[in-house]
């Protein structure tokens, strides 16, 4: 297979200061709870369903956890005060949730059991749903063993096609990702509706109406895992199924992920900071157990580097994304992520008339398969400059996939012709993948038949991007990450500790904080 | 020597019945592809050429017909258009503003208003794909354009995205902005126009209508359609920053004109 020969010593400098950065903002991730937190808590036990509440369905955590918040209680853990309630009303955790939302008792006003029983009984719902999780891991593993599975992570064969789906309505998202399946795809990723990351809930149920995208809502993502299991069973081949955890509720979804057995996240430490304006310390602390979780759940997380690609000019700013990659890798390391599950992202974003546009995103897309050996890159297609020629976006595409499989990327999210039109139509997706499938077909073994010449234009880039890298690593290092932000380290957007969504939900740990799963995952 | 003159052997455009060119003049050639929620079958064909001639085509002639999902055939057709439009007769509804340099704009603002231009900009609503202003705001601009925040007389903030139609107005208001950029980028269920509308119905209750010039952008948004929800202007893909500038300098000087 054809390498870069990058510096060793500068990328071993790069994963020192990363680790660096991400410790001394570990004390605040330690030190806090969010009110996201708490709530997955209640779902990893069993806490669901919704009450109406001014003519809207209101998920039972949500008013559990509020009504914790507002009686300033939370501080010791959602699990605390729910366990202690199953405990003096011998409810079941579904039971009892029934029992507060429905307002026949209030949590913090139950007299207290003893705190060695409430710690043993919230140990057990806790291991039990942490072995829930697993079984779904583990059912994971035996349909890739029974089915073939596509996803190469030896990374010498092609990247695992990718493609969304993004109808608005559940059901009808499930006949586009059946159609796509059947054409090749081997992972679909629904579409959130637009805006969902604000939402300090998480929709209930099935949905049909949508923006831009389908609400990610736990039993939509298990209307969407039957299909792609029977589609799965009907072709032969484990089809994955990808949805979103970013935004206010990463924590939640990414129990809701565990539980219904998606196999990909979108996850990213940083994105929400930077692209959504969500509070910098919710983020983080948010980020840390949804990563636990993920780990747990043998889910591989993308990361969101491309999105630095579309808001800043993608040939200037290759070191800001190889930053975000090494503070990415670090952040998914403390929670106990391997290598494997980390599909770090970048994009194809390079102004396609630039000269040797494609000789620079080839340096850039190996530099980056060669400084994570073991971790699936997550490629993903031209937007920017798609303007609606569709037969140019296509060829745009050919070409994007064609660096894909030279390089041997392991994700490769599938650029539509219709870009910047509409979200796909049946055809456009089915023409992306024949575009996908010839293309991969064609070259896969081109990557084992060449060299890069030395100090051709592809090294000089690479080898500048990582250069480039470390000396942004070194100056995020001096200032601190949160600093950094401020001062537009990633994608010229800067961010302040106390600025952005979601910093209410940020709560100080009691001394007493009652939360087993951060030792159980 | 003298060239021969053959150009009596080729036919000229009839504007009066004006058809697509394919490689002889009013061929009519069209291509066109779609696809049918039935599998692939001769059946299927037939329906696709019936589609098209009721489309206008003559010799409707199937290029391709491939089975895209199970119980879905997607097909390329080409055929002969039977429809000619008067060219003659045609009105576009186009921006009128002439596009001028930066330096131009600048001394333009400074000659005839003498004070900064305040402009900003935003993706409102739900919408958080600020591709589209940053590239008319943000310093760098675009295609080697720069944007508004670069120009000496013009005070353009870029407000970014999700802001909501409300807030936007206030900012306005305690801004004293001149102009406002909307860009909408997100079109599913049409939401794009209900933020569009939205936003010139606060402002008319607000009393800012006529204080404002209101101009919307995106890749799907015409200067037509920005006239239709209420705006003054409307800029779709590919438009260059100082094509904006150009446009709002020009319309402001003709407002304050008219003043006088």
Known sequence: ?521 | MTKADYSHLVKKADLKKLKPYGDIMDDGVVQVSFTLPVPVSPEAREAAVQLAHKMGFDEAKVAAMEHAADGFSFFVIYGKLKHAIDFTKIKAVKIESEVMGREAIDNLIREELGRKVVVLGACTGYDAHTVGIDAIINMKGFAGDYGLERYEWLDARNLGAQILNEELLKKAVELKADALLVSKVVTQHDIHIKDMKDLIEKADKLGLRDKLILICGGPRVTHQLALECGFDAGFGVGTKPSAVASYLVQELVKRQNKKK
Not at chain 1, 120 to 148: D, F, G, P, T, W
Not at chain 1, 185 to 191: D, G, K, N, Q, S
Not at chain 1, 242 to 267: H, K, P, Q, V, W
Not at chain 1, 435 to 463: C, M, P, Q, W
């Open chain 1, 1 to 521: 297979m054809a390498h870069l020969e990058l510096n060793q010593q500068t990328i071993i400098e790069c994963r020192r200061l990363a680790a660096q950065i991400v410790e001394k903002v570990k004390p605040t991730i330690d030190a806090n709870t969010t009110v996201s937190i708490e709530r997955a808590v209640l779902r990893l036990i069993g806490v669901e369903g919704a009450m109406m509440k001014a003519g809207q369905k209101h998920p039972a955590v949500n008013f559990i956890v509020d009504q914790l918040r507002a009686d300033h209680v939370l501080a010791k853990g959602a699990l605390h005060w729910f366990v202690n309630g199953m405990l003096q009303t011998e409810s079941s955790p579904a039971g009892l949730a029934r029992k507060v939302c429905g307002g026949e008792l209030r949590l913090s006003a139950l007299p207290a059991s003893p705190a060695a029983e409430i710690r043993k009984l919230s140990h057990e719902l806790a291991r039990k749903a942490v072995e829930a999780i697993v079984l779904r891991r583990e059912e994971r593993n035996e349909l890739c063993r029974k089915l073939k599975d596509p996803f190469d992570l030896t990374f010498q064969g092609k990247p695992l096609l990718y493609v969304i789906v993004a109808t608005g309505n559940i059901f009808e998202d499930v006949i586009q990702a059946r159609a796509a399946a059947e054409a090749g795809a081997e992972a679909i990723a629904v579409i959130r509706s637009t805006a969902q990351s604000l939402l300090d809930y998480v929709p209930e149920g099935a949905t049909t109406e949508g923006f831009g995208g389908t609400y990610a809502t736990q039993e939509n993502f298990r209307i969407m895992r039957a299909a792609l299991d029977e589609e799965g069973k009907k072709l032969g081949r484990y089809v994955r199924l990808t949805n979103y955890c970013s935004g206010l509720c990463m924590s939640e979804i990414a129990a809701m992920a565990g539980l219904e057995r998606l196999d990909f996240l979108l996850n990213d430490a940083m994105y929400g900071i930077l692209f959504r304006d969500i509070n910098m310390k919710r983020t983080l602390i948010d980020q840390h157990f949804s990563r636990l979780i993920i780990s747990r759940a043998g889910i591989v997380i993308h990361t969101g580097e491309d999105n630095y690609l579309t808001t800043a000019d993608a040939i200037e700013n290759g070191h800001q994304v190889l930053a975000s990659q090494f503070i990415n890798e670090r952040f998914a390391l403390e929670a106990h992520m391997k290598e494997e599950q980390m599909g770090l992202g970048h994009a194809a974003e390079m102004n396609p008339w630039h000269p040797d546009v494609l000789l620079l995103e080839i340096a850039r897309a190996q530099m980056t398969r060669d400084i994570f050996p073991k971790s699936p890159i997550k490629f993903m297609p031209p937007t920017r400059h798609k303007v609606g020629d569709i037969f140019f976006s296509h060829l745009m595409d050919a070409t994007f996939n064609l660096v894909g499989v030279l390089t041997n990327q392991g994700i490769q999210l599938l650029g539509m012709p219709t870009e910047a039109m509409h979200t796909p139509l049946l055809q456009d997706r089915w023409m992306s993948i024949k575009n996908a499938n010839y293309i991969f077909g064609a070259a896969r073994g081109l990557g084992k038949e060449i060299t890069y010449k030395r100090d051709g234009v592809i090294a000089s880039h690479g080898k500048k991007v990582l250069d480039d890298t470390l000396q942004l690593l070194r100056k995020i290092h001096t200032d601190g990450l949160f600093k950094a932000i401020e001062d537009k380290a990633f994608a010229n957007v800067s961010r302040t500790l106390t600025g952005g969504k979601g910093l209410d939900g940020v709560i100080q740990k009691d001394k007493e904080y009652l939360n087993p799963f951060f030792e159980l995952l």
